[in-house]
């Protein structure tokens, strides 16, 4: 563990280099400087991650490792929804305790479990400092043999899990090589739970896992700032809304997999693809409706149009309200030629690109057109279908003014 003062010395030098502060460790008598910069490297990270945690200057971080794999404070706040049931709630993997500590504050009792000790030691000082209360409960113990230790425990109102993913180096996709095996636990812990939640990696096969993770009846795919950071597993014991579990995304976006096949096959049959046009609103869907599959439903439901089967972007003449996405106002559309591209960058020196079903990626597109990041427009490299052709464009674009 660190000391008291080694926290303090890490908080007052939060801003200075590092590299400085380990040539001059010689000037710092009776602190670990290794430890201190750890804590420094830490709370850099913990700042925009973990925020509430970053505010308490007596939080300490273990490892740089413990706090990549935490979940962020915003993930975990939106994990408190699954802690609505009375009951015990067994956090099997307690890691860091970031999620452990949130579902405190919805559950009158939390088990955080973990099998290594410094981290257990950890977790009962950060959640002391952090006025966590008494109900929430620090156990040591292994995660594929979770009962052993809980044996005050009869029934919980749900289990959480967050395996590990990793391999030494190598990061796991499979859910079958995690640690603990929750193919393995999964029925143990549904007889002594209500419901099991996993954390799986945003880089997951949703319908592989599914087939492995018999039972689940929700899919949550977690965005923050448009960006994937975690699937979530709901099982239950024996609930028939297994046969088609409900995949929840931003905004509160939800829908079963049948109701996308069926979107899918009425997009098919009526052509319900439309050109970018200027004026109109392009929408640009969040990652967590890419990342579950949900291709054709923005079209059923708000009626927008998609400019190309397999280009994913949508359009309508006016903004549709409902739609998880970001919205642009279409200003110009370009023919994607070498002539146009050539002198692309006398117009647009500075942009946002973005390329979806486009013959070039970024990295190629600044390269062979010399566009640097930032400005206030945005680029959206795609291919559209007109006249019975698929047709690469350019959309020159900006953010959509009104409030939708």
Known sequence: MITPREIQFAREHLDDDIHSI?????????LDVSKCVLQ?????????KIPEW????????????ALEQASSQATALYKQRFCSNPGPVIDLTGGLGVDAYYFAQKN?????????????????????????GTGLNVLRGDA????????????????YADPSRREGERR???????????TQIRESVLERAAAFLVKISPLADISRTLSLLPGTVEVHVVSVGNECKELLFLMKKNDPASADPLIVCAGGFSFHRGEEVLAARTVERNGCEGAPVEGDCLYEPDVSLLKAGAFALPVTRFGVKKLH??????????????????????????????????????????????????????????????????????LFGTTTHSGGKDVPVVIYATKWEESI
Request: aromatic residues 12%.
């Open 309 to 378: 089967r397999n280009s994913h972007f949508y359009v309508s003449s006016f903004p549709v309200r409902g739609f998880p996405s970001r919205k642009f106002r279409i200003r110009e559309v370009i023919p994607f030629t070498s002539a146009n591209m050539k002198k692309m960058h006398t117009r647009f020196p500075q942009a946002s690109i973005t390329v979806r079903n486009f013959p070039l990626t970024v990295a190629e597109w600044r390269k062979k057109a010399g566009i640097a990041d930032g400005g206030t427009g945005y």
């Open 144 to 159: 594929a043999r979770p009962w052993e230790q809980l044996t005050d425990i009869p029934y919980a109102s749900m289990v």
């Open 54 to 65: 970053y505010a308490c200057k007596q939080v300490f971080i273990p490892s740089l490792l």
């Open 22 to 30: 380990l040539l001059g460790k010689h000037k710092y008598p009776g």
């Open 40 to 48: 420094i490297e830490g709370l850099r990270k913990m700042r925009d």
């Open 108 to 132: 009158e009792r939390v088990v955080y479990l973990e099998r290594e000790p410094l981290l257990c030691r950890t977790a009962e000082h950060n959640f002391r400092v952090l006025g966590a």
């Open 172 to 182: 796991l996709r499979d859910i079958a090589l995690y640690s603990p095996d929750i």
